[in-house]
């Protein structure tokens, strides 16, 4: 059974960090370090939307608000995967999610969250003004 599970997230004030991060179970090594690994977020009234993503190589994506401020890694080796949030604002305040696409790069339409298969619980973060 596939589990993803996030923490990190928390509240801080406009401009601060934090480090979300994503475990994933029930994927050998090899079949996480070939999946697309995505990062959602979710805000009260608004839809789900795309923050990042990463597969191997460049095929790293980003959203418009995320460029330059926030940074998607992972760590093959122990099935994780990371969001480094900086430079933090009001409006990044959400639930945030990450999501698994098995097998597959991300491509470009990363931010499709149909093409996920497997979520974590999600995160909550708030920014304070």
């Known amino acids: 059974q596939v589990q993803l599970v996030e923490s990190g997230g928390g509240s801080v004030q406009a401009g601060g960090s934090l480090r979300l991060s994503c475990v994933v179970s029930g994927y050998t090594v090899h079949d996480f370090s070939y999946s697309c690994m995505g990062w959602f977020r979710q805000a009260p009234g608004k839809a789900r939307e795309g923050v990042a993503a990463?597969?191997?190589?460049?095929?790293?994506h980003y959203s418009d608000s995320a460029k330059g401020r926030f940074t998607i890694s992972r760590d093959n080796a122990k099935n994780l995967a990371f969001l480094d949030m900086n430079s933090l604002k009001s409006e990044d305040t959400a639930m945030y999610y990450c999501a698994a696409k098995a097998g597959w790069a991300c491509g470009a339409n990363w931010d499709f969250h149909e093409n996920y298969a497997h979520w974590g619980q999600g995160t909550q973060v708030t920014v304070s003004a």
């Open positions: 990463v597969w191997r190589g460049d095929d790293i």
